[in-house]
């Protein structure tokens, strides 16, 4: 469960360094891109795996594709979603997509349910119902806003998804993985922002440089211990998917609180409080 709690802590700093970007204006799609060279540079210095394994024909290169378009597609569909749509309906949609991943826990690959974690995985949705924001108002939702809403939800459930397939190839070296995915994503965001640079006339700009190298390091290691929790509990994912998921919502929601202000309600602190109740439930199912 350690690399759970790791993933969780890097996760919320992803999302407050993604706030923090638009209040000091820092071009997000500049910083995306340098996240994933910084990503890709310390998993090849922290592992160095053979330059030789990445080509294996064993490697799931099709998987490796797929994470690597999705990865950065998913970052700008979630800024179109935001801007579009408004925090708190993509907001939504980040949390609901948890039904994904848990449907393909069962269903995908045969996990064993439990009165406990069926208990918990239920106690995990009422709180994600309960810890949404649902009271605020946003009235004008234009048909590009719902497709960036649909996008979020679908992409969110399918990376999880994706990632526990990468955790279950165990004749392919881990570090190889990680690393030939986060290439792949560095040369999709690199091309973007050549286009940017050429069509647009988007300036480079250090800070935008140095935000991305910063945002590197922590989703660096939110991936980095995702795959190492499914690894370590490869026989039940849902435990994983759902501690993540409710995880990011305490933590995330006592950052808000703290650090920014964020106002919740009395139906918000009995989700939260649910959410550490479901906790409880899913990791007694382990035993």
């Not at 970052?75 to 925090?87: D, K």
């Not at 393909?104 to 918990?120: C, D, H, V």
């Not at 993985?177 to 973007?192: E, G, Q």
Request: charged letters at 10%; hydrophobic letters at 60%.
């Amino acid at each position: 469960m350690i690399f759970i709690f790791f993933s969780i802590c890097c996760s919320v700093f992803v999302s407050v360094l993604l706030k923090l970007a638009k209040r000091y204006k820092i071009d997000v799609i500049q910083a995306i891109a340098w996240n994933y060279l910084a990503a890709g540079f310390l998993c090849y210095i922290i592992y160095r795996p053979p330059l030789i394994t990445l080509y294996q024909a064993s490697n799931p290169f099709h998987i490796y594709l797929l994470l690597g378009f999705l990865l950065p597609a998913l970052f700008l569909v979630l800024a179109a979603s935001v801007r579009y749509s408004g925090i708190v309906r993509t907001d939504i949609a980040q949390r609901l997509s948890l039904f994904i991943p848990v449907l393909a826990a069962f269903l995908l690959y045969n996990e064993a349910p439990s009165i406990f974690k069926t208990f918990g995985i239920a106690l995990a949705f009422t709180a994600i119902l309960l810890s949404i924001p649902w009271n605020t108002t946003q009235n004008n939702q234009s048909a590009f806003g719902w497709i960036s809403l649909i996008g979020v939800f679908l992409g969110l459930g399918i990376i999880d998804i994706l990632f526990k397939q990468i955790a279950q190839y165990k004749t392919v070296n881990f570090p190889t993985s990680l690393l030939v995915i986060f290439i792949i994503a560095f040369l999709i965001s690199l091309i973007t922002l050549l286009f940017l640079f050429l069509i647009k006339k988007i300036k480079f700009e250090w800070i935008n440089f140095g935000c991305g190298l910063i945002l590197g390091m922590a989703n660096f290691g939110n991936i980095l211990f995702y795959v190492k929790a499914h690894q370590s509990l490869a026989t039940q994912p849902s435990v994983v998917f759902a501690t993540m998921n409710i995880g990011v919502i305490i933590l995330g929601s006592l950052v808000g609180i703290v650090l920014f202000k964020e106002k919740l309600s009395r139906l918000n602190y009995v989700g939260i409080l649910l959410a550490l109740v479901s906790i409880v439930f899913v990791v007694l199912s382990r035993k």
